[in-house]
């Protein structure tokens, strides 16, 4: 007779404390609140965690991507993982026997991760789960992307970076201050696309004694360089005063970069991200949905085509966007885009706050431009992005489905193309 369930050999699913930079992407995605952290680590509850693989491919440094075989009755706890500085050593087949003898039960078979389970309300309906539809994959055409040249694990840990631009990007006066911040790696290679990250460590330690982890930021210039031929990029960074409860908070990450000047050093990690990476094929379309700092990687794509266009060197398609703030003041980048060309971006803004006027979202914008999304859910060279908020994901994949549905498609065929084909790409945060 098999060993009950319980009893098994499983493979446990972990978080690599030592390359995880904190930013949340696991822990908002998971569709069954299987991820947790504290001010120290993320974690994975083995009690809930179902495997649906949902936070794999969007951990932009692989951390999630790490196994322990246990026994699952002793399988690691929440407070256990709390406490790591790095992962466990893998368990040998003689000590997995032993823990299994500790156990008292035999090592009758090794179960491999349960199926996914649907998710679903407390009703037991099954709810709409917008990140299965998010590509993990690039478009094919998508150049190759580098990722962790530098980090905890990489031969160099991180690469100093000197500043040579930080400027305000929101109307001054106002309490949303974004800044555009250009970091140069002189003669050290740092080779990014559009669409990719990196990690900013701040200096100094925590509240307790250790080093700061690092910050994830994403890149806002194409791969070029902010200043074209140069070894720069640039970044979109708000500065963080309250958390998301509305309490007063100083950000550490934000208001360390936000303060810096021409000159200073930083060190930097990275780079991140290998999905959420734009076609490079002729007549190749793409749909940018942000808010925010989410314009970040939207502008590095728009400038990369600016200047292909420009040059003479690429026939590109369609390139729509769809940008949310709580109001224009709020809105980055906000004169620079009223500069673009009609006929090179189709821009669409949504502003929630704004004083005397209905309260407006990215997915409402969306709505009104069904016929044109409409066609573009059909071309298998659009491209969809969407970046921002973890709080607009759903809404936008929702409009996404009732714009296919409203012109005669079948959303599962649909919803299942964009992911299959690396369409539809979701970095919310």
């Known amino acids: 007779m098999n060993a009950p369930m319980e009893a098994a050999v499983i493979k446990q699913h972990l978080i690599d404390p030592e390359i995880c930079i904190r930013c949340n992407t696991c822990e908002s995605i998971c569709p069954v609140g299987a991820i947790t952290h504290d001010s120290r680590n993320y974690v994975v509850d083995v009690s809930k965690c179902n495997w ?14 790490n196994y322990r075989r246990v026994v699952r009755a002793k399988a690691y706890s929440i407070e256990e993982q709390l406490g790591w500085d790095v992962l466990p050593a893998e368990l040998s087949t003689a000590e997995l ?71 305000r990007v929101t109307a001054v006066g106002k309490d949303y201050d974004t800044h555009h911040i250009v970091l140069d790696f002189g003669s050290m290679p740092f080779p990014v696309l559009e669409g990719q990250s990196i990690g900013i460590v701040p200096p100094g330690v925590d509240a307790s004694g250790k080093p700061h982890h690092a910050r994830q930021y994403s890149i806002a210039s194409p791969r070029n360089g902010e200043r074209p031929g140069h070894n720069n990029l640039s970044l979109t960074i708000k500065r963080v005063l309250e958390d998301h409860s509305g309490q007063p908070v100083r950000g ?19 780079p991140f991200g290998t999905s959420f990476l734009m076609p490079n094929h002729p007549k190749s379309s793409i749909v940018m949905i942000c808010t925010g700092t989410g314009s970040a990687p939207m502008r590095a794509m728009t400038e990369w085509r600016r200047r ?32 673009l060309p009609k006929d090179f971006i189709d821009s669409n803004f949504a502003f929630s706050r704004t004083p005397g006027q209905p309260k407006r979202y990215v997915q409402d914008a969306m709505r009104e431009r069904a016929a044109d999304l409409a066609a573009l859910l059909q071309d298998p060279n659009a491209c969809f992005y969407v970046c921002g908020l973890k709080a607009m994901e759903e809404g936008v994949v929702l409009a996404l489905r009732d714009i296919a549905t409203g012109a005669g498609l079948n959303w599962d065929d649909v919803g299942a193309a964009l992911k299959r084909e690396g369409r539809l790409h979701l970095e919310t945060y």
């Open 52 to 65: 649906c693989n949902d936070c794999i491919s969007p951990c932009p440094t692989g951390s999630i991507d």
């Open 97 to 167: 026997a032993a823990a299994t003898a500790d156990a008292g039960e035999p090592v009758a078979e090794v179960v491999a991760e349960p199926e996914p389970a649907p998710v679903a309300d407390p009703t037991g309906q099954t709810t709409f789960n917008s990140a299965q539809y998010g590509a993990t994959v690039p478009p094919w055409s998508a150049a190759h992307a580098y990722t962790n040249l530098y980090g905890p694990k990489a031969a160099q840990k991180t690469v100093t970076a000197t500043v040579t631009g930080n400027l």
């Open 252 to 270: 550490v990450a934000s208001n360390y970069m936000c303060d810096l000047k021409v000159g200073d050093q930083v060190q930097v990690i990275g």
């Open 308 to 339: 292909l266009r420009a040059s003479g060197k690429f026939e590109g398609g369609k390139l729509m966007l769809f940008f949310g703030a709580r109001t224009q003041e709020e809105l980055p980048y906000f004169g620079p885009l009223q500069s």
